[in-house]
């Protein structure tokens, strides 16, 4: 019996045996074996003038038309069959062809319906059973199709199409390895077979076979000839493999192969709005922001409503500090997706750069949310609120911060966000509390000069002058020129009694910044050592700097003083 194929494959449209009939008949079967379907149709119409109850006729007058590509003309003459002659198999399967394969979407029902009545040929014809076990696949009936296949594969083992399609059932099902068994069944069976490739190495990467997957995929893109399966074959195409193939590149960590993968795919498929994706998250990765930029902005004009697109399209602009632009983009892909929190926390990142703090903390807030676990977000919350002076939600924050464990909130971070903590203490007054927060951050961080000076500071209000001095001494052995160390290293050596060494502190800061109040120091360490015309010079060179500042007027008036110098 002869069957016609859709774009490659026997897909079960029937065509009546030979029958006698006038020589129009004849001259029709003629042009059908020469595929002259022009001819064919024709002719055919010729004898349905002459007889326009020969059911036959219609039946082949419709195979013409479907094979000239006229399916609507072809479903009109295989209905005029069917009333004839209700019981003509052959009709109903082509019915249930047309309403499978030429309708968009198809009408899977009506053409399982057509084709519950062509089951008297199935025995005759696999592509007709093959028909009604897709159209039972199509409407749900998967437990049917499966049988169907099934049956198929044990009474006509070497039908690839049957293995084919019992793969796609059992893969629909979650039975990921049964399908790879068909599949694998099938191209043994048809080795130029390119959908089962594609299917099986599909399946393959759902099953984790990265290198199985990668090799059937480099099989199937050396077959040469076209994809023909319907339905399930409508996204396989070679630019499709291709993106597999970076897929596969991509999670084994060949970003280079991968990125190569892609670029052919797009090659093929410029349209391809995943490739396209990919591609932008790769060269974003290589720092080729103007390439990443070309890409991801395609993808998106493929697809508005890409959420990762926009997210990396917002990195770039971040990365290329166009601030707005990138804010605009993350704000697009948390509306796309709500859910995504690394769009919310880079919002947040650049609304707090950019001054915008409360929606920072709204959208750190987010973050939090979703994730309740990813500790940096509260430390940037907890930076935020500090700027709004809110200090106690801000430790709380930065203490929840620390209460988590994060592979990016690193020790440095933890160091910073307990020397945040220390300052807000200190300005509280609880200077105990401070001391233990910065004596962590320095743990954390010991190249840390501006924690260290901190915890020297705390220290000396507690009047635990060695340790003080101790921590003084580490922050100018990190940062030399760092006037207020200094200055504070002196401070506490004069209360250590050690007033040589805080003169030696205290021209270390006026060398770097001379200051006022470290020129007023200066005198009263003089005084203390009973040089009371050095400390007047000090006071003076305070003077030049400040007039207006009482301190130095006082203090200069007790070294006068102690000079005897009343009148002055």
């Known amino acids: 019996m002869a069957l016609t194929l859709l774009l490659c494959y026997t897909a079960g449209v ?24 022009g001819e064919a149709i024709t002719a055919f119409k010729n004898v349905l003038q002459e007889d326009p109850q020969d059911a036959k006729a219609w039946f082949k007058l419709g195979g013409s038309y479907l094979n000239n590509g006229n399916a609507s003309e072809a479903y009109d003459a295989f209905v005029n069959a069917t009333t004839i002659d209700p019981e003509y198999a052959n009709a109903w399967a082509n019915i249930g062809f047309v309403k499978l394969f030429d309708l968009v979407p198809p009408d899977a029902a009506g053409a399982l319906e057509a084709l519950n009545k062509a089951r008297s040929i199935f025995a005759d014809d696999p592509g007709v059973q093959i028909n009604y076990g897709i159209a039972n696949l199509l409407t749900d009936n998967s437990q049917e199709a499966e049988k169907t296949f099934d049956e198929l594969t044990q009474s006509d083992p070497q039908n690839s199409r049957a293995w084919y399609w019992l793969g796609i059932t059992r893969s629909d099902s979650g ?8 599949y694998t069944k099938a191209v043994e069976i048809n080795p130029i077979y390119k959908d ?27 077959i040469q000839g076209d994809y023909a399966e319907p ?45 396209q994706y990919y591609r932008g998250f790769l060269l974003f990765q290589d720092n080729d922001l103007t390439g990443a930029r070309t890409a991801l902005e395609k993808a998106i004009e493929l697809k508005d409503q890409f959420a990762n697109a926009w997210y990396y ?21 948390t509306e796309i997706d709500s859910n995504m929190s690394d769009a919310w926390y880079f919002l947040g990142g650049i609304l707090g750069d950019t001054d915008s703090v409360s929606e920072a903390i709204n959208a750190f807030d987010k973050v939090n949310e979703l994730n309740p676990e990813y ?24 203490e929840r911060a620390l209460n988590l464990t994060s592979a990016t909130f690193t020790p440095d971070l933890q160091s910073n966000a307990w020397y945040l903590i220390g300052l807000i203490q200190t300005a509280d007054g609880t200077t105990e509390d401070a001391v ?23 220290l000396n209000e507690l009047k635990k002058y060695e340790e003080a001095l101790g921590a003084f001494e580490k922050s100018v052995s990190l940062n030399e020129s760092d006037a207020s160390t200094w200055y504070n290293e002196g401070n506490v050596e004069r209360n250590l009694n050690l007033t040589e060494k805080a003169l030696t ?43 207006n500042l009482a301190v130095l007027w006082y203090n200069k008036a007790g070294a006068l003083v102690n000079l005897n110098r009343y009148d002055e």
């Open 505 to 547: 502190s205290y021209d270390k800061a006026i060398a770097i910044d001379p200051q006022p109040r470290v020129w007023n120091s200066k005198g009263m360490a003089l005084m203390e050592l009973g040089k009371n015309e050095e400390a007047i010079e000090a006071f003076d060179s305070g003077l030049k700097l400040d007039e």
């Open 175 to 182: 039975k990921l390895q049964e399908g790879l068994d068909a």
């Open 14 to 37: 029937v065509y009546a045996e030979d029958t006698p009939a006038s020589d129009w008949f004849e001259k029709g079967n003629a042009s059908i074996q020469k595929e002259n379907w």
């Open 196 to 222: 089962a490739w594609y299917a099986k190495g599909d399946v393959e990467g759902f099953l984790g076979l990265q290198n199985e997957s990668e090799k059937t995929f480099d099989t199937l893109l050396a």
């Open 375 to 398: 500790a940096d977000a509260w430390y940037f919350k907890g930076l935020n609120q500090q700027r709004l002076g809110n200090n106690a939600e801000a430790v709380d924050s930065f």
């Open 313 to 333: 399209l917002g990195r770039v602009n971040i990365r290329e500090q166009n601030y707005p632009t990138a804010i605009e983009n993350l704000q697009k892909a």
């Open 436 to 458: 233990q927060a910065f004596n962590k951050s320095v743990a954390l961080n010991e190249s840390d000069a501006i924690a260290w000076n901190a915890y020297g500071t705390s």
């Open 231 to 275: 339905f399930k074959s409508a996204e396989a195409n070679d630019a499709e493999v291709y993106f597999r193939k970076g897929v596969i590149q991509l999670n084994l960590g060949n970003n280079a192969d991968a990125l190569t993968n892609f670029d052919k795919a797009v090659e093929l498929n410029p349209n391809h709005q995943n490739a």
